[in-house]
């Protein structure tokens, strides 16, 4: 005989823990471009080239922009977090007891799809050039940041069209906050998930974001990189619904309970290049003096 779990519960705890994905796990939810179309396994973006616009003349024909037509893909990766309801927990568990159990299974499945995008931008970012810097000499500076954001617009071309974000660790956040131009500013953009669970700013084009430090890559002891990239440079695709995740549930007859089964499913792809920045940073805050 099928047994079925309390359609209320279910309902409920769904509708839950997707909210808790959108707006407190995800952190990086709604900074990277969306997908064109999902085929199979396979999440597709398409990529145009730019062009020049020429002066139009009386009888002369017009000039064929011949603009670049591309598509980037990736694979779509599932990521799962598995657990147990008892039998009667539906019924008796506290709304705490449930908040509990519904925040460890999003919080988790969030910090993982994070950690891919993260992980892409490691792969992808340059270690040279006009998009890198290393400032692992001396604390990190708002004059280093400036400098940065410069070589990083300037070196792609890339506009100032509110679509270029950064994150930070405790660190950089704490030593930027020093400077009244940074902690004076309040961020402006888009209203994204982030903004119920860790702090942003808008800045010198840039909106800046708080992340967990160990999001961060460590090339070198008392070191760590951080990311800056333009929007359009980078994309993600969700393909579990419009929530980005779902939760299945079925009765374990031999353990006399529920499983809870939980799974996010997505991909992380690298359209331009040179969109991605690379600033490196010292992180041995023992030798760091602030004034």
């Not at 410069?150 to 405790?170: T, V």
């Not at 902690?183 to 708080?210: C, H, I």
Request: with cysteine; hydrophobic share 40%; proline share 4%.
């Amino acid at each position: 005989m099928t047994i079925n779990a309390d359609n209320h519960y279910v309902e409920q705890y769904r509708s839950r823990v997707t909210h808790i994905y959108q707006n407190e796990g995800f952190l990086l939810k709604g900074m990277l471009m969306p997908e064109g179309r999902i085929e199979g396994k396979k999440a597709y973006w398409p990529i145009h080239g730019s062009t020049i616009a020429r002066k139009k003349q009386r009888h002369v024909r017009a000039t064929e922009g011949n603009i670049a037509k591309t598509m980037a893909n990736a694979d779509l990766q599932t990521w799962e977090t598995f657990d147990y309801v008892g039998k009667f927990d539906m019924s008796r568990q506290t709304v705490n007891e449930k908040e509990a159990l519904q925040q460890a299974g999003a919080m988790a499945l969030g910090r993982a799809v994070d950690q891919e995008i993260m992980d892409m931008f490691n792969q992808q970012a340059p270690t040279a050039g006009s998009s890198f810097m290393d400032t692992g000499a001396a604390p990190l500076s708002l004059s280093d940041m400036m400098l940065f954001i410069a070589r990083f617009m300037g070196a792609a071309k890339i506009p100032a069209d509110g679509q270029i974000y950064c994150g930070l660790n405790a660190l950089a956040w704490q030593l930027l906050s020093g400077f009244k131009q940074f902690s004076s500013s309040e961020y402006v953009g888009p209203d994204l998930p982030f903004k119920s669970r860790t702090q942003a700013r808008t800045w010198n084009f840039v909106n800046w974001v708080m992340l967990p430090d160990d999001y961060f890559p460590v090339p070198a002891a008392n070191r760590a990189d951080l990311f800056m990239w333009h929007k359009p440079a980078v994309g993600w695709c969700d393909n579990v619904g419009e929530g980005g995740l779902d939760a299945y549930f079925d009765w374990e007859n031999e353990m006399g309970e529920w499983s809870l089964r939980q799974e996010a499913e997505g991909a992380a792809v690298t359209l331009l290049p040179q969109g991605l920045g690379r600033i490196r940073i010292k992180t041995d805050v023992l030798s760091i003096a602030l004034n």
